[in-house]
């Protein structure tokens, strides 16, 4: 369809349309591409290790 006949609930606001382009997007990849991108110093590296060991181990229970 072309944008002359595009109905105005058709329209994707950019947001949304961010969301759609990463909807099937690896995982791990991701989180990957955000680790990079922060600067944790080693005591804020183990400190977030530790929640998300504990988190892991309490969804396992």
Do not use: F, K, T
Request: hydrophobic letters at 35%; aromatic letters at 4%.
């Amino acid at each position: 369809m072309d944008e002359a006949n595009r109905h105005p609930h058709d329209a994707v606001s950019e947001p949304r349309a961010r969301i759609r382009a990463h909807y099937g997007v690896d995982e791990a990849e991701v989180l990957r591409g955000l680790v990079e991108r922060i600067e944790l110093s080693q005591h804020q590296r183990r400190q977030v290790a530790e929640v998300g060991a504990d988190y892991v181990s309490r969804v396992r229970e």
